[in-house]
Structure formats: structure tokens, C-alpha cells
Nanobody, 118 residues
Framework: QVQLVESGGGLVQPGGSLRLSCAAS????????MNWYRQAPGKERELVAG????????NYADSVKGRFTISTGNVKNTVYLQMNSLKPEDTAVYYC???????????WGQGIQVAVSS
């Protein structure tokens, strides 16, 4: 059974930091690129950050470059999103995504709320 379980969200003040985690199970983790998307109220879901299978490259949305860092490691089959210098416009539901480009297979987590407000 495929599972992507996000954790680490919550309410933080502007300028603060949060680290999201996504624990993956039920599929061959190293064969998939791992991504974080977000969706704010009334907006389309957007790609925030991605890391290639085996972790050789990363990519970021322009709006988060220099503030967010995606990584794997520490705990096996887990991907992280370190979010620093958070802004109110970062408020959204964040989703973990796993995608295997060779087959088009992808999986989604249930989403986790991040709210940036004073």
C-alpha cells in the first residue's frame, strides 16, 4: 500500500521557519522524483520544489528560491522541505508528491496546512 504522510505544518509568524517531512512507503523510493506542491485558497496547485530520483538535482519555484530547501536522507525514504523566511503568501496546503517519469506513475500525500500570520 502506497503511503505519503506529511508532517511538520502549522502556524508560524512571518520570518519564521518550518520543516515539512514526508514519509514514503509502499513503492521503490529511489526510482521516483520527490516533489512538494502547494495550493492556496482560490489558486491552482503549484510546484514548490523537487528533487530527482537518487537526489542528484533539485529545482525550485522562483518564489521560494533561496528560502526553501528540499532534501532527502536522515530517515530512510523521507523527503524534507526546510522553509525559512516565511511570508504570508506562503500560506497554503502543502502536498508531497512522488513521480516516476518513465511510467507516468505518481502518488500524492493528503496535504498539510502551513499558515504564516502574525
Amino acid at each position: 500500500q502506497v503511503q505519503l504522510v506529511e508532517s511538520g505544518g502549522g502556524l508560524v509568524q512571518p520570518g519564521g521557519s518550518l520543516r515539512l517531512s514526508c514519509a514514503a512507503s509502499g513503492f521503490t523510493f529511489i526510482a521516483f522524483s520527490m516533489n512538494w506542491y502547494r495550493q492556496a485558497p482560490g489558486k491552482e496547485r503549484e510546484l514548490v520544489a523537487g528533487i530527482s530520483s537518487r537526489g542528484s538535482s533539485t529545482n525550485y519555484a522562483d518564489s521560494v528560491k533561496g528560502r526553501f530547501t528540499i532534501s532527502t536522507g536522515n530517515v530512510k525514504n523521507t523527503v524534507y522541505l526546510q522553509m525559512n523566511s516565511l511570508k504570508p503568501e506562503d500560506t497554503a496546503v502543502y502536498y508531497c508528491n512522488a513521480r516516476r517519469s518513465s511510467t507516468g506513475t505518481q502518488y500524492w500525500g493528503q496535504g498539510i496546512q502551513v499558515a504564516v500570520s502574525s
